[in-house]
């Protein structure tokens, strides 16, 4: 669990805004262990037992733990998983959302709601269009009158995105023209 702790608290965190219901690492009943065995971004989850969700990647083990909140079911305040047997794994490597700030301008918690999506659909990028004609939506200390006034996102927030992809196994591809 220690190896991939983040991603299980990313886990723990969908769970509690989806189902209502306060998991944390510690309580068991899910684990994730590293098994060298299996390819890059590839993931084993057996539910016999609870859940054990094996992978040789950080990526895998987040599509692991994903698909396991795609199994949940929520039945009288307690969560269950149907007993199955899955070995997955992408079958092309670049798989992405683009979003285009540039043409449209898109409130900073939308994006942090898009890379969740990513993380639940396992889309490994998030190639982010910063700019076009309309709009600059990165800061800019040399040029700052690029930005249109609350039409832009700041220093810390680029980085809580990056930080808050990272930890779902997702890589920001930033795109300026």
């Known amino acids: 669990v220690e190896l991939w702790r983040d991603a299980m608290d990313v886990f723990c965190d969908a ?46 083990a987040c599509y692991g733990l994903a698909t396991a909140l795609q199994l949940l079911r929520a039945r009288g305040g307690k969560l269950s998983v149907p007993a199955v047997v899955i070995e997955d794994q992408p079958d092309k490597e670049y798989r992405s959302l683009m979003v285009s700030t540039g043409r449209i301008y898109h409130p900073f918690d939308k994006l942090l709601k898009y890379i969740d999506l990513c993380f639940f659909y396992k889309v490994k990028y998030f190639h982010f269009h910063f700019a076009d004609s309309g709009l600059y939506t990165v800061p800019s200390k040399a040029f700052p009158k690029l930005c249109k006034p609350g039409k832009y996102y700041t220093y810390e927030q680029l980085k809580v995105l990056n930080d808050y992809a990272a930890a779902r196994g997702i890589m920001v591809i930033p795109e300026l023209e």
């Open 15 to 60: 769970v509690s805004r989806i189902y209502d219901v306060k998991l944390s690492v510690a309580s068991g009943g899910i684990s994730v262990t590293f098994d060298g065995a299996l390819p890059p971004d590839a993931y084993a989850l057996d539910s016999a037992e609870g859940v054990v969700i094996r992978a040789s990647t950080r990526e895998g």
